[in-house]
């Protein structure tokens, strides 16, 4: 799978938002650019404190293997971090995103179409999940948990990834919380085929 490029993703997040509408599912979001990095960087400094002291005692307390089980919560997660930054960082325009992750090449999260027409069927959420913040800045709180974990046999939390394709993502640690570091992103590359919480509950064999 080559890494697409900006406008290459920027018209499958178009032809993804036309898809989800035409579908009945609401989505939230202008698919403008973001013009404020400065707030964007507020929101990461934010999210890298908060998720560990308010989402991961949630695992904990499940008693559930807190790494493998964040590394694959990218549903969840992602859902409740796009009403946080709609409510707070409204300006940044975050859409809810649903779709394939590839790295190296590799998928890592396929989106199985089945999804579409008969989702009982399937005993996961077979895609991944992340937020695009206005059409061209992905947000990704877990898919580096993930590599760790499946690719490089890390026991261990990897950092908030943000960035824009065909660039090596910056990075943010877990506030207080050993990270294993990947030291290159860039060949991640994202694939968006459906739009919005709604339409993530929908298609959610767990829902």
Not at 74 to 98: M, R, S
Not at 116 to 141: M, Q, V, Y
Not at 166 to 171: S, T
Not at 184 to 192: K, N, Q
Request: charged share 25%; proline share 5%; hydrophobic share 35%.
């Amino acid at each position: 799978m080559k890494i697409l490029k900006k406008w290459q993703y920027i018209w499958q997040l178009k032809k993804a938002k036309k898809y989800s509408e035409k579908t009945g599912y609401k989505v939230i979001g202008s698919l403008k650019s973001v013009k404020s990095s400065s707030r964007v960087k507020d929101l990461i400094n934010e999210l890298s404190v908060s998720i560990p002291r308010d989402y991961i005692p949630q695992l904990q307390a499940n008693k559930l293997d807190p790494i493998s089980s964040y590394g694959g919560d990218c549903a969840n997660l992602h859902a409740e971090l796009f009403k946080f930054i709609k409510d707070h960082y409204p300006e940044l325009d975050p859409v809810f995103t649903i779709g394939s992750v590839y790295f190296e090449g590799k998928p890592r999260y396929k989106f199985n179409e089945k999804l579409l027409s008969s989702p009982k069927e399937l005993e996961r959420f077979e895609a991944h999940a992340w937020i695009t913040l206005g059409n061209e800045l992905i947000l990704d709180c877990t898919i580096s948990t993930h590599l760790n974990v499946k690719v490089c046999r890390q026991s261990a939390f990897g950092p908030i990834l943000f960035g824009t394709l065909r660039h090596n993502f910056e990075h943010k640690g877990l506030y207080q919380i050993r990270s294993f570091i990947i030291k290159d992103y860039s060949s991640l590359t994202y694939e968006p085929v459906m739009l919005g919480v709604e339409a993530m509950n929908a298609i959610n064999p767990k829902s």
